[in-house]
């Protein structure tokens, strides 16, 4: 499966260069399930690094061929941004598209053993945050739909959409790795946990549906077990959880008449504005003018469907562009997981899919940036580790 070339290296980089840019990435991985601004500030010194190394080994950037559609969803949200009722707080927003560079970067500086050194960055940090979470609910009252486990994010729907990209890592260590096994099998009841405690249900169905991935890919009577753990669930889950689990399928339940409530709204939007959508960021301005007579909340400011919001802030051809991404990421993962020996990556990176679009049903976790650098890097490490260590390496993924 070929990659993406923009240039080839020539010569590897500076040993001192490299093995900092190495500590950053990593750093930058952990961060992320910690900090925003960390995360942030460690992936700006990281691409910095990143540069310098380029522009001192004479070489230029490649990425895996599903990092074409990814600049294409950029470009028609920059046209988008300029046929927006506000264009500079749409082109605002869209700096969030520098986001996408995690994807080049981590192909080129993850390669070989590093790719698997980073998911046990990433496994271990989802395990302190998970008990730090646990922690909140048993020990600080964030033990209700008003105060809920958080972490140290900012908001609980970015800390439970982190938690479920972890399970499927930590899942497909479980059922694919030949070996360390031990870890993910010691921190997966804490991530399950505390994933459980944060009482949102879009990351539950994630995580259900990443799982549930990772046992068709392994063997589809593995399926069996999920009734079993369901079953356990109910046993021992605190109340809370279980009525809460209970309400996903309640029509009454004000949440889920919000959300029918939005999907008609959107489908206003994508009525009004076809081609190039209302703009980025520009829903909130416009959600009052089109807000459905049965919604429950006033304002929202997004319309927790990923497909969605994409199609009413971007438009129509947004939405076939991103569905591209995601096919043709799928597709060349699924060929990676056909044909490497080692299928623990590029099942996890199935997982982190699978686990993304269900869970974006129900809220729009890929406008999230800390869910989306996590889930970025998450999908291109399996390309990265298929690559040599050194630096001179064919640009093949």
């Known amino acids: 499966m070929r990659a993406t070339t923009i240039g080839i290296p020539e010569a590897p980089t500076a040993p001192g260069l490299d093995r900092l840019t190495t500590v950053l ?46 600049l294409a969803y950029a470009g028609i949200t920059l046209i988008s941004s300029i046929f927006s009722m506000a264009p500079l707080e749409s082109f605002i927003d869209d700096r969030q598209l520098l986001l996408f560079l995690i994807v080049p970067a981590v192909y080129d500086l993850a390669r070989g053993h590093r790719a698997t050194t980073a998911t046990d960055v990433i496994v271990t940090v989802g395990a302190a945050a998970a008990a730090y ?37 930590a899942g497909a260590r479980l059922v694919f790795g030949t070996r ?76 889920n008449r919000d959300r029918l409530a939005m999907a008609r709204t959107g489908s206003a939007m994508v009525r009004d504005y076809p081609l190039t959508g209302v703009g980025p960021a520009m829903i909130p301005k416009l959600y009052t003018q089109y807000r459905d007579p049965d919604a429950v909340q006033a304002m929202n400011p997004h319309l927790h469907n990923v497909p969605l919001q994409i199609a009413a802030e971007r438009g129509l051809p947004a939405l076939a562009i991103w569905i591209a991404f995601i096919a043709v990421l799928a597709y060349n993962l699924f060929r990676i997981f056909r044909t490497e020996r080692d299928q623990t990556l590029a099942a996890a990176g ?43 390496t064919p640009t093949r993924a």
């Open 350 to 392: 199935l997982a982190a899919i699978a686990g993304m679009l269900s869970a974006g049903l129900f809220e729009y976790n890929f406008g999230d940036s800390e869910f989306l650098m996590l889930f970025l890097v998450l999908v291109t490490l399996p390309f990265a580790a298929s690559r040599r260590d050194d630096a001179a």
């Open 180 to 255: 360390d096994r031990v870890w993910p099998a010691l921190v997966m009841p804490a991530l399950v946990v505390a994933l459980s405690l944060t009482l949102t249900r879009s990351a539950w169905v994630g995580a259900c549906v990443a799982v549930g991935v990772l046992f068709i890919l392994k063997d589809l009577r593995l399926l069996g077990l999920l009734p079993v753990v369901a079953a356990l669930f109910f046993a021992f889950a605190p109340d809370s959880v279980t009525n809460r689990m209970v309400s996903m399928f309640d029509l009454r339940d004000p949440s």
């Open 25 to 70: 990435l990593l750093a930058f991985v952990g961060a992320v399930q910690l900090s925003i601004a960390a995360a942030q500030i460690l992936l700006g010194a990281l691409m910095l690094c990143w540069i310098i190394g380029m522009v001192r080994d004479k070489s230029r950037p490649t990425a895996p061929t599903f990092f074409v559609a990814l």
């Open 133 to 169: 979470g646990i922690v909140q609910y048993g020990m600080l009252h964030f033990d209700s739909l008003g105060q809920r486990p958080r972490g140290t994010l900012g908001h609980y729907m970015t800390y439970s959409g982190t938690l479920m990209l972890v399970v499927g890592v």
